[in-house]
């Protein structure tokens, strides 16, 4: 669908990227400086990379072989802005239809109704962009772009300047959108809940050159995506079935093998795949398991391996089969005596994990 | 009250002040709007062209026009010879004379201006489907147009106070191209100096208003 390969050089930053994304969401998850942006411009046509090619259902919209590269204006991808950069002089009216193509009789047009009931801004009509919240403001970026019915849809971090409260209610417009409407979407962000959120595949983008791609559960979950943990800083990813949901009690349960691990309630389905984070430093590593404490969370485990990274002592522990990272101080592993093959307990508090997105 | 000669050099100068803006005003968005997106060869002595007059001393800037203008130059040449016009000390050598002057002011203005405006909502447009030219219009124009209305008011009151570059290209004829300046500096030698101070002031007053009508422009956004 859409082919991508074509360097781009930015001062000292080189992207290089040779792949074909063909999923209905794809995602491009980095760190800032990976060169997320930088992509998303190329391929809107904002800027033309120094070589290579890049097409779009055949079409070539930019070759250095053939000398071709087709105007952003000519190009009909959306393009959701991490500032949202509507225009401050129009009303939220004007902003969602100035890219209204002037072909009526293009039936694969959106209508701007069904845009305005899903992202729900129908009373921001008549408002100027600098009446809106935050919130209100990107729902309305996604709108505009939406409104000129694009054969693909490009979004830079549409949530990243928002709050986190704030972007757990945008996340299920989006997710919307991804329902309602049959346009691809290519989604940037350095978010790993927004990638398991939204993607169908996801591309790891580092330092300007694709280190991975897969399915996002498979990819973020497996032991090769060590440079998104070390860039978000939580070291344990892990995908667990729903097996208790329960609202009086506050919990949910989460299944590792026959082990539990209970989080706080969300509203979810049984068998429903939950994803969730926990950093290495929030578990505690335990010798005896019948001691009283108020945490819920006693997983039984072994060491497997023990490195020492910097002055980090990091266990690499294997519960029912799941690799997770623990890092304790080198004097409690001294007195515990921990060594590899080791059989202990793991406590993590509820707090401690972090939801990735509430399917 | 004014006199006759007062009137008529101050309803000269406001008119051909009009007039010069109508004209270097499209001709200067152009140029400013490609001063401030595009880079090329040659840019850098486009801008240094366009802005010589404001450095240059105005007689100097006279004398080139009075070159280009006259029967036997280049321009007034041509043009006296397919229509018979004759340029030089007419209304519309004062006219091209505070032109050439006043374009440079009006250009940085308006490269000023258009420089505010954010070029990633430029590129947003363009990615919504519009042309360069429609993003003009619809986005760095309405985005500008208060930076671009003061750079106009300072081209023309600059305009009103031309002096120099007049004089040599359009002389100093009352009733035809006596213009504001010059009929103060002709009532000044000529020792009217009643009418020299009523110019003076009302020189002074349009400077005041239009300097601070353009601060205004400026920081009101």
Same mark, same amino acid.
């Given at each position: 669908m859409l082919k991508l390969s074509f360097r781009k050089r930015l001062g000292d930053f080189q992207l290089e990227i040779d792949h074909t994304v063909t999923e209905k969401v794809t995602a491009f998850l980095g =760190?800032?400086? %990976?060169?997320k942006s930088t992509l998303l411009n190329c391929i809107s046509g904002i800027l033309n990379p120094d070589e290579g090619e890049l097409l779009f259902s055949g079409q070539t919209l930019y070759s250095s072989f053939q000398k071709k590269r087709v105007p952003p204006e000519k190009r009909d991808f959306g393009y959701v802005f991490q500032e949202g950069?509507?225009?401050?002089?129009?009303?939220v009216q004007q902003n969602i239809s100035y890219?209204?193509?002037?072909? =009526?009789?293009?039936?694969?047009q959106i209508d701007i109704g069904t845009i305005i009931d899903i992202l729900e801004i129908g009373e921001l009509?008549?408002?100027? =962009?600098?009446?809106?919240s935050g919130g209100q403001r990107q729902r309305v970026a996604v709108a505009r772009a939406l409104g000129m019915s694009p054969r693909l849809l490009l979004m830079d971090e =549409?949530?990243? %300047?928002?709050d986190a409260g704030l972007k757990n209610r945008i996340l299920p417009y989006l997710y919307h959108i991804k329902e309602a409407f049959d346009i691809p979407l290519l989604y940037v962000t350095h978010s790993i809940s927004e990638v398991m959120a939204l993607a169908d595949e996801a591309f790891l983008l580092s330092e300007g050159r694709i280190t991975g791609r897969g399915e996002p559960h498979q990819l973020l979950t497996s032991p090769s995506a060590l440079p998104v943990a070390q860039m978000t800083g939580v070291e344990n990813i892990l995908s667990l079935p729903v097996v208790v949901a329960s609202e009086e009690r506050g919990v949910t349960e989460l299944a590792l093998g026959e082990q539990r691990l209970m989080v706080s309630y969300t509203q979810t389905k049984l068998g429903a795949t939950m994803p969730i984070a926990i950093r290495a430093r929030d578990i505690i590593v335990a010798i005896d398991p019948d001691l009283r404490m108020s945490a819920r969370n006693i997983l039984r485990g072994t060491i497997r391996q023990i490195a020492v990274q910097a002055g980090r002592v990091m266990l690499s522990v294997d519960i029912e089969g799941h690799l997770l990272s623990v890092e304790v101080t080198s004097d409690a592993r001294e007195q515990l005596g921990l060594a590899e093959g080791t059989v202990c307990y793991f406590i993590i508090k509820a707090s401690a994990i972090n939801l990735l997105w509430e399917s | 009250m004014l006199t006759a000669a007062e009137v008529s050099a101050l309803v000269l100068s406001i008119k051909a002040a009009s007039l010069s803006l109508l004209c270097i005003l499209p001709p200067g968005l152009l140029i400013g709007w490609i001063l401030a997106k595009f880079s090329f060869p040659g840019k850098s002595l486009l801008n240094t062209v366009v802005m010589l007059p404001m450095v240059l001393p105005p007689v100097v800037s006279g004398f080139f026009l009075l070159i280009l203008l006259?029967?036997? *130059?280049?321009i007034g040449g041509l043009l006296f010879r397919l229509? *018979?016009?004759?340029?030089?000390?007419?209304w519309i050598a004062v006219v091209l004379a505070i032109s050439v002057l006043s374009f440079p002011l009006l250009v940085r203005g308006i490269l000023t201006a258009i420089e505010t405006v954010d070029p990633q909502l430029e590129n947003a447009a363009r990615t919504l489907g519009a042309s360069p030219l429609k993003v003009f219009f619809t986005v760095t124009l309405p985005l500008s147009y208060r930076g671009i209305i003061g750079g106009a008011i300072l081209g023309f009151s600059r305009s009103l106070g031309e002096f120099g570059a007049t004089m040599m290209v359009? *002389?100093?004829?009352? *009733?035809? +191209?006596? +213009?504001l300046p010059l009929a103060i500096y002709n009532f000044v030698q000529v020792g009217q100096d009643l009418s020299a101070y009523r110019l003076v002031f009302i020189s002074t007053l349009i400077a005041f208003a239009t300097l601070w009508i353009a601060e205004r422009m400026y920081i009101k956004r």
């Open positions: =760190p800032s400086g %990976s060169g950069y509507l225009f401050p002089h129009l009303t890219g209204r193509p002037r072909r =009526p009789s293009d039936n694969a009509l008549s408002r100027y =962009p600098n009446q809106l =549409p949530l990243t %300047s928002l | 006259s029967k036997r *130059g280049p229509f *018979g016009l004759e340029i030089v000390f007419s359009a *002389g100093n004829i009352p *009733g035809k +191209t006596q +213009t």
